[in-house]
T-cell receptor, first 112, second 112 residues
Framework: DQQVKQNSPSLSVQEGRISILNCDYT??????FLWYKKYPAEGPTFLIS?????DKNEDGRFTVFLNKSAKHLSLHIVPSQPGDSAVYFC???????????FGKGTMLLVSP | DTEVTQTPKHLVMGMTNKKSLKCEQH?????MYWYKQKAKKPPELMFV???????INESVPSRFSPECPNSSLLNLHLHALQPEDSALYLC???????????FGQGTRLTVV
């Protein structure tokens, strides 16, 4: 049973436009959510996180929105750049340690 | 130093071999993790060490044996692996009070 779901395997966006990556979760005990970016043959790189006490967190071009009642979060990237092309993983945690549960990932392709 | 370093980057081993994966971090993080990632799948947690003690073992077969010799090092000893154990093995670390895990680049393991 998948506790973190990323239902879009891939997303294509033009450079300069907004990229919106979505993530749903089923475990109501999750209280911390993270987005990681991954290039092939590399480890995941942390992008941005949000605690369950917030509904929005912003860092430069990246903004994460959390809707607890819907158990849904999204990552907005604006403006998108070709270098953003990678697989994006949504992850969630319900403990004080990083025992992360990952979604299956969404491959983002930003074309010039 | 904000890196988690994993060696080797690639490893090919036979089913009767014994090998070890190594992970090192010098960020003062007291929690360290092993994750396994199969192709086109999300990373899956294997082990968590907290203050050099094993705190979580996600029902991993005994042919995988973790070891944490000190607060900077994490090893994964491999013995009698199966071809289906071929995967990317990721090490991560985090401060105890922060759930953001920093990942290494991974070891690409192939069992033949």
């Amino acid at each position: 049973d998948q506790q973190v779901k990323q239902n879009s395997p891939s997303l294509s966006v033009q450079e300069g436009r907004i990229s919106i990556l979505n993530c749903d979760y089923t475990n109501s005990m999750f209280d911390y959510f993270l987005w990681y970016k991954k290039y092939p043959a590399e480890g995941p790189t942390f992008l941005i996180s949000i605690s369950s006490i917030k509904d929005k967190n912003e860092d430069g071009r990246f903004t994460v929105f959390l809707n607890k009642s819907a158990k849904h979060l999204s990552l907005h990237i604006v403006p998108s750049q070709p270098g953003d092309s990678a697989v994006y993983f949504c992850a969630a945690s319900d403990s004080g340690y990083s025992t992360l549960t990952f979604g299956k990932g969404t491959m983002l392709l930003v074309s010039p | 130093d904000t890196e988690v370093t994993q060696t080797p980057k690639h490893l090919v081993m036979g089913m009767t071999n014994k090998k070890s994966l190594k992970c090192e971090q010098h960020m003062g993080h007291r929690a360290m993790y092993w994750y396994k990632q199969k192709a086109k799948k999300p990373p899956e947690l294997m082990f968590v060490y907290s203050y050099e003690k094993l705190s979580i073992n996600e029902s991993v077969p005994s042919r995988f044996s973790p070891e944490c010799p000190n607060s900077s090092l994490l090893n994964l000893h491999l013995h009698a692996l199966q071809p289906e154990d071929s995967a990317l093995y990721l090490c991560a670390s985090s401060p105890p009070s922060n759930t953001e895990a920093f990942f290494g680049q991974g070891t690409r393991l192939t069992v033949v």
